[in-house]
């Protein structure tokens, strides 16, 4: 007992911070909260602080006629949600997610099997760079070359009508609620460019899932007698579910509060993003664009809850 306390016991002659150093060595739960005390409270302050404080704004009133926004507290921005032109924003915002997130999984997952399965060193190194390299790139200057790529008379259609395909691309961009006057005026190129820009986001969480996958698992499944079909789907696509579910957070929540390629590309309407930015940058009409951020806000917590379900949370 005695030498415990004079282990404990600060020596004479020792420095304060030498002695704070000691006291932290024999308490890590201090330590470690005196490590997590500053971030949380920036978090706390900056971003929990301003997201409650904007949302706080949407039960302010807006005057329509003197364009000003006075604190008389009221429900009615968020009612007016449910208006059939604003669920119809809603709507499409949160179709196109869903959209491109099925659409990102399709595509990403065969070059994720072939980075995981297939390279190694350098082969893989260039996978890697190749996959993040249009990440490097700027946001704005991708998605304005994307509506020259498919303008009319642009490398799209150069490319269509030498393949002979231009029956089939004007059938496609006939159909209501696909098509448009040309790609860059259609959903689908909206869907394209939105597959093109958060592709990258799919594929290393899938990739990283895959590489976890061990070996012995589909060497059991062939010495059991199972085809290679029966193999992916029985035993590597169940597996790679929660990369695929993890990629999916990413694609679907920042399509959700995108509003740049929604103004750039695609026939005219609102999506929430680019509502939030009319109500609060053209109108001034800040409530209802606190409203609006409600929905993304909303819509990925309930996203969130069912990913976890499928292990995305442990595949990031």
């Known amino acids: 007992m005695s030498q415990t306390l004079a282990h404990c016991a600060p020596m004479p002659g020792q420095s304060p911070l030498r002695r704070f150093s000691n006291l932290l060595y024999r308490r890590p739960n201090l330590y470690l909260s005196l490590l997590l005390i500053p971030p949380l409270l920036w978090f706390g302050a900056i971003y929990l602080g301003s997201l409650l404080t904007l949302l706080w704004q ?74 993040m390299m249009p990440m490097w790139a700027s946001y704005i200057v991708k998605a304005y070359a994307w509506t020259l790529l498919l303008a009319k008379g642009g490398v799209a259609q150069w490319f269509v009508q030498h393949l002979g395909l231009e029956p089939v691309l004007q059938f496609i961009l006939g159909i209501p609620g696909v098509g448009g006057s040309t790609l860059s005026t259609s959903h689908l190129g909206r869907f394209m460019v939105f597959v093109y820009i958060w592709l990258p986001f799919m594929i290393l969480p899938i990739q990283a ?27 590597i696509l169940p597996l790679s579910i929660p990369g695929i579910a993890a990629g999916s957070i990413f694609t679907f929540s920042l399509t959700l509060g995108d509003f740049i390629v929604p103004q750039l590309v ?51």
Do not use: C, W
């Open 209 to 235: 899932s895959l590489e976890r996958l061990p070996p012995s698992l589909l060497q059991a499944s062939a010495d059991l007698g199972a085809k290679p079909r029966q193999t992916f789907m029985q035993v």
């Open 266 to 316: 695609g026939p005219p309407g609102y999506f929430v993003g680019s509502m939030v930015y009319a109500q609060q940058g053209a109108i001034g009409n800040m409530p209802m664009a606190a409203a609006f951020t409600l929905v993304p806000i909303v819509l990925i917590a309930v996203y969130l809850s069912i990913v976890k379900r499928l292990g995305a949370f442990d595949a990031l």
């Open 58 to 131: 949407g039960f302010y009133t807006f005057d329509d006629f003197s364009m000003t926004v006075t604190p008389d507290l009221t429900l009615t921005n968020f009612a007016a949600l449910f208006n059939p032109a604003n669920f119809d924003v809603i709507q499409r915002t949160l179709s196109m997610a869903i959209i491109v997130s099925i659409a990102s999984a399709i595509v990403a997952f065969p070059i994720a099997y072939y980075m995981a399965r297939y390279t190694t060193g350098k082969t893989k190194a260039f996978f890697y760079i190749a996959v």
